[in-house]
């Protein structure tokens, strides 16, 4: 039987699903636990089944999922691991969704459109989910759309970490790829002690993964350019804010994000001349034919851990990021 970490009468109980096993591991492992196995399996049919191999009658439950491809698929696995949570008697249940689901569909920017990520919070709700823990929300007004409270993790700690001992504030400077993440970039660049500029791009609504870069806002020639964000999918954004940032004279381009979705063709395009290297977390599995020479990939369980420690013990999740979250 899995050691299961007591605090009074409470009992913390972590589980998994089947997207990216070895994140909940190593969670378990900074928490100095195992995980409860669950036997989960998918039938012919195509339906999903989860039962867990022991009691979680009253325990402090916390389910972890990421959500890489099949989105929905493991976005159902998790929904009936936590209802069978429910049903089995757990006291609190807490969805563990590093990469939250559908968070770049949080509004409407045109008329007849589904807003998901709040669809996808009543679903998680309706389900028996009493808390929500999630890493770089995509808009922070998510954090609004579920009935109860959201730990709203930054990995920006982790990947402030690896860059300080890289890089020179000297010659640097952070860019914020577009105006959603300047406040994001702003933060970065006060923490770096060097300059932001912005990227002004525009999309075309009606042709998804597209960006065109119309112009830079801020110095750039001569220097060092770190491009923050908040997750890579297809790759083309960054890619053309690379490209633009070295015809305006940047010597290097360096790129952190938290979500390495890395849809085809993104292993290929981020190997271009113009990016120097590329830094995410493992929020999301990436496989060995998705990495590249100049990929490198920073552990996010510690964080993670830290924040599940936070909520079991009645501690402050806040304070982990000095009041910022």
Request: one cysteine or more; glycine letters at 4%.
């Amino acid at each position: 039987m899995a050691e299961i970490i007591a605090s009074g009468k409470k009992r913390l109980v972590i589980v998994t699903g089947r997207a990216h096993p070895q994140l909940a591991i190593d969670i378990a492992a900074a928490l100095s636990t195992e995980l409860v196995h669950t036997d989960a399996r998918t039938f012919a049919s195509s339906e999903i089944y989860a039962r867990y191999d022991e009691s979680v009658r009253g325990s402090d439950a916390f389910v972890i999922q990421s959500h890489t491809r099949p989105v929905n698929e493991w976005l159902m696995e998790q929904l009936i691991m936590v209802d069978a949570l429910k049903r089995a008697s757990a006291k609190r249940i807490t969805v563990v969704a590093p990469y939250y689901p559908y968070a770049r569909q949080d509004k409407k920017g045109r008329g007849r459109e589904p807003i998901s990520a709040r669809l996808v919070a009543d679903m998680f709700k309706a389900a028996g989910a009493d808390r929500i823990m999630s890493v770089d929300l995509h808009a922070a007004q998510i954090q609004g759309f579920f009935d109860g409270p959201v730990d709203h993790l930054f990995a920006m700690p982790v990947l402030l970490e690896h860059f300080k001992a890289r890089l020179d504030p000297a010659t640097l400077t952070v860019v914020s790829p577009d105006m959603g993440r300047v406040r994001v970039a702003d933060i970065w660049s006060d923490k770096l002690g060097a300059p932001l500029a912005i990227i002004h791009k525009r999309r075309d609504p009606l042709i998804p993964n597209q960006v065109s870069v119309h112009e830079i806002v801020g110095e750039v020639d001569g220097r060092v350019c770190l491009i923050v964000d908040d997750m890579i999918d297809t790759g083309r954004t960054i890619v053309k804010a690379a490209d633009a940032l070295i015809a305006a004279g940047a010597t290097k381009v360096v790129v952190a994000a938290t979500h390495a979705i890395f849809s085809d063709p993104a292993s290929e395009l981020l190997q271009s001349t113009s990016i120097d290297s590329v830094v995410v977390t493992d929020t999301l599995p990436i496989p060995p034919e998705k990495r590249f020479d100049s990929l490198t990939i920073l552990p996010i369980a510690p964080l993670i851990a830290s924040a599940i420690h936070e909520v079991f013990s009645d501690g402050s999740v806040t304070s982990m990021f000095d009041g910022a979250a």
